[in-house]
Nanobody, 125 residues
Framework: VQLQASGGGLVQAGDSLRLSCAASGRTFSDYALGWFRQAPGMEREFVSGISRSGSSTYADSVKGRFTISRDNAKDTVYLQMNSLKSENTAVYYC????????????????????WGQGTQVTVSS
């Protein structure tokens, strides 16, 4: 499956952004999906994951502010980011993992064999 992330940009602290990740090449509904981010000089970290059935999980640092969702009809996964903070500045990556279990999501990068190219999010304080 090929993934194409978009929607990043430069915003001010407190603003919102919605990232999108469009998939192609395989049956989108067969995949669990995730968002990760990597700030300069830092390791890539988990942000959020969603199962085939739509159940989701979040990093503690984004709970209550970020929302992951998927639209299987559009082969797209979204990350709605509200109340952005300067520490959210990073390159955001979407990832996909084929899953046999509809309710399973993953929160570690090693679980995801497919990755998008990343989209830059910069939050100015």
């Amino acid at each position: 499956v090929q993934l194409q992330a978009s929607g990043g940009g430069l915003v001010q602290a407190g603003d919102s952004l919605r990232l999108s990740c469009a998939a192609s090449g395989r049956t989108f509904s067969d995949y669990a999906l995730g968002w990760f981010r990597q700030a300069p000089g830092m390791e890539r970290e988990f942000v959020s994951g969603i199962s085939r059935s739509g159940s989701s999980t979040y990093a503690d640092s984004v709970k209550g502010r970020f929302t992951i969702s998927r639209d299987n009809a559009k082969d797209t996964v979204y990350l709605q980011m509200n109340s952005l903070k300067s520490e959210n500045t990073a390159v955001y990556y979407c990832a996909a993992a084929r899953s046999s279990y509809s309710g399973r999501y993953y929160n570690t990068s090693v679980r995801y064999p497919y990755w998008g190219q990343g989209t830059q999010v910069t939050v100015s304080s």
